[in-house]
Antibody, heavy 114, light 107 residues
Framework: QVQLVQSGAEVKKPGASVKVSCKVS????????MHWVRQAPGKGLEWMGGFYPKDGETIYTQRFQGRVTVTEDTSTDTAYMELSSLTSEDTAVYYC???????WGQGTLVIVSS | DIQMTQSPSSLSASVGDRVTITCRASQSISSYLNWYQQRPGTAPKLLIY???SLQSGVPSRFSGSGSGTDFTLTISGLQPEDFATYYC?????????FGPGTKVDIK
């Protein structure tokens, strides 16, 4: 059973960056192929981006292009999502999930506040 | 981007009821459609993939149907633990857009 464990909550100031980690256990992939989804308070789910091994690249939603970077460290089975130039509208719970959608991390709350 | 819509946005139902939620894509997505359940404060849980395939461990009262642009999630015999929000998501192309969700609460 694949388990995804994410890093803890973060509080950031506007303009800062945040980096969320997602550690995979119970499975040793050659590539992690993680996707990232966020959920603002009281709102729905928003897909941010994901790694596509067939294409060998990470694809991002247009509105995050240039602000989000997804990386992975296969030596530690950990994926990372970094979001820069934060505004209050980026306050949300951020989830990592497998590409198939069958395993999700517990979520990381990111609060952006001055 | 493919737009996903769901109806209704919310519904009230009783334990034992049969519940149907509809999801529509703005263009054909074949059968590349997933359904998720999300309870408050928890991560989404995959219920149905490829429009009609039941994810392992999910009770058989959940079923999915449809292809192309119109899809349905049915819960046959609502249980107390089924009161939650349900989302559809297309996996046909990027971005993998979600529907806005359908909240199922207790009548």
């Amino acid at each position: 059973q694949v388990q995804l464990v994410q890093s803890g909550a973060e509080v950031k100031k506007p303009g800062a960056s945040v980096k969320v980690s997602c550690k995979v256990s119970g499975y040793t992939p050659t590539e992690l192929s993680m996707h990232w989804v966020r959920q603002a308070p009281g709102k729905g789910l928003e897909w941010m981006g994901g790694f596509y091994p067939k294409d060998g690249e990470t694809i991002y939603t247009q509105r995050f292009q240039g602000r989000v970077t997804v990386t992975e460290d296969t030596s530690t089975d950990t994926a990372y999502m970094e979001l820069s130039s934060l505004t209050s509208e980026d306050t949300a719970v951020y989830y990592c999930a497998t590409a198939f959608g069958d395993s999700w991390g517990q979520g990381t709350l990111v609060i952006v506040s001055s | 981007d493919i737009q996903m819509t769901q109806s209704p946005s919310s519904l009230s139902a009783s334990v034992g009821d049969r519940v149907t939620i509809t999801c529509r894509a703005s263009q054909s997505i074949s059968s590349y459609l997933n359904w998720y359940q999300q309870r408050p404060g928890t991560a989404p849980k995959l219920l149905i993939y490829a429009a009609s395939s039941l994810q392992s461990g999910v009770p058989s009262r959940f079923s999915g149907s449809g292809s192309g642009t119109d899809f349905t999630l049915t819960i046959s015999g609502l249980q107390p633990e089924d009161f939650a929000t349900y989302y559809c998501q297309q996996s046909y192309t990027t971005p993998r857009t979600f529907g806005p969700g359908t909240k199922v609460d207790i009548k």
